[in-house]
C-alpha cells in the first residue's frame, strides 16, 4: 500500500491529528504540524464565516515560514474538516476558503459529497472521508474520496460501533488506498498495532485536548488526565449522533450519565455555524477510551514527541 505524497513525505510519526469541535485552533493545527504529524481543525471552528480566512492565512503563512527556516526538518501538512451534512449553510463558504488557500488535506464527516471531492481535486489536494462502517465505505469512495478514516469503538466524538480489527480487515479486502484507524489511540504502541491490522496512518483525537495549545478550558483537560476508560458513556442525546463523552460533564449538567434518553437523530443540526450543538460540545465534554494513557497536560510538541518515543520502544521490542 502506497501513501499519497502528502502523507508520506513529511511526517515524523505516521499519525493526523483528528479535528476537535471547539478545541481545535490555528495555534493547536501549527504546533502539530511543527512536530510533524498533520494538524487539523473544523472549518466551523471559525466563527463567524469570515473568520475562517483569517485563520487559514495564519495557518499557511506560519508553516510557510517555518519551512523557510528549517529546510531540513519541514512542518506536516495539515488539513480541514468540513461537515458534509445537509443542516450545514457554510459548506460552499468554507469549501471555497478551501480552494483558496489550497488546503493540502480536506476531511469530510456525516456525509459525501462529489463537489467537496472534486473542489479539493481542483489544486492537487486529497480528501479523506470518516466512516464507521464498510456500507459507508464503499459510498465515500464511489463519490471520489481519495482515503478513509475507520472510525471504531471507543473514539472521542462521534463514535463507531466495530471492533478496529473487524472494520479493518473488512475494508482492506477491496480498498488499497490510504486508511487511517480512529479510536482509543493514545500511545506510540496503539499507532503501531494501527500499521499491524493494515491501517497506514494513526488518527488520534482525544490526547490533543489535554495540551497546552487545545481551546479547551483547563477542567477538561484535567478531566482527560484524570480519568480513564470507564469514565466514557456513549449516547445520542447531545447532538443525535452517538458519541462518546466524560461521565463527569454529564453528572455536573445535572444529568444521570447511567439513564440518559435517546435522542432524534433529525434534530441534528449544523446550519449557521453549529450553534445548535456548540453548547452541548461546551458543556458535555466529549473524548474517547484511550484517555488512561494521558497523564499530564503537555504541549502538542510533547506530546508528538512521547508518542514518537513509545513507538521507536514497540518497533524495537517486535525486532
Given at each position: ?35 510533524g504529524v498533520v ?90 472521508h470518516d466512516i ?35 472494520l479493518v480487515q ?150
Amino acid at each position: 500500500m502506497s501513501l499519497p505524497h502528502i502523507l508520506s513525505s513529511r511526517l515524523k510519526l505516521p499519525v493526523v491529528a483528528a479535528p476537535l469541535f471547539i478545541i481545535s485552533n490555528p495555534d493547536l493545527v501549527i504546533a502539530q504540524c511543527k512536530a510533524g504529524v498533520v494538524g487539523s481543525f473544523p472549518a466551523l471552528n471559525a466563527r463567524p464565516a469570515e473568520e475562517l480566512d483569517r485563520w487559514l492565512d495564519k495557518i499557511t503563512t506560519e508553516l510557510a515560514d517555518y519551512d523557510a527556516k528549517n529546510p531540513d526538518n519541514p512542518s506536516a501538512p495539515f488539513a480541514v474538516n468540513q461537515i458534509v451534512h445537509a443542516s450545514n449553510d457554510r459548506l460552499q463558504h468554507d469549501v471555497e476558503m478551501c480552494v483558496k488557500w489550497k488546503v493540502p488535506i480536506v476531511i469530510t464527516s456525516l456525509g459525501a459529497k462529489e463537489f467537496v471531492n472534486e473542489a479539493a481535486h481542483s489544486y492537487g489536494g486529497i480528501v479523506l472521508h470518516d466512516i464507521i462502517n464498510n456500507r459507508f465505505a464503499k459510498k465515500a469512495i464511489s463519490k471520489g474520496a481519495d482515503g478513509l478514516i475507520a472510525v471504531a469503538a471507543g473514539a472521542g466524538g462521534h463514535a463507531g460501533a466495530l471492533s478496529p480489527f473487524a472494520l479493518v480487515q473488512e475494508i482492506r479486502e477491496w480498498f488499497d488506498g490510504p486508511l487511517l484507524m480512529s479510536g482509543s489511540i493514545a500511545t506510540g504502541d496503539a499507532v503501531l498495532a494501527c500499521e499491524a491490522m493494515g491501517a497506514d496512518l494513526a488518527y488520534i483525537g482525544s490526547a490533543f485536548i489535554a495540551t497546552v495549545e487545545a481551546n479547551a478550558e483547563q477542567a477538561y483537560k484535567q478531566a482527560i488526565v484524570d480519568h480513564g476508560a470507564d469514565d466514557i458513556v456513549l449516547s445520542n442525546l447531545f447532538t443525535g449522533v452517538h458519541g462518546n463523552y466524560l461521565k463527569p460533564s454529564i453528572t455536573a449538567a445535572g444529568l444521570d450519565p447511567d439513564n440518559l434518553p435517546e435522542s432524534d437523530p433529525s434534530k441534528m443540526s449544523f446550519g449557521s455555524g453549529g450553534e445548535s450543538v456548540s453548547k452541548a460540545w461546551k458543556d458535555i465534554w466529549g473524548c474517547g477510551q484511550g484517555i488512561g494513557a494521558v497523564k499530564s497536560v503537555l504541549t502538542a510538541h510533547d506530546l508528538v514527541g512521547r508518542l514518537g518515543r513509545e513507538y521507536q520502544s514497540a518497533k524495537t521490542r517486535l525486532l
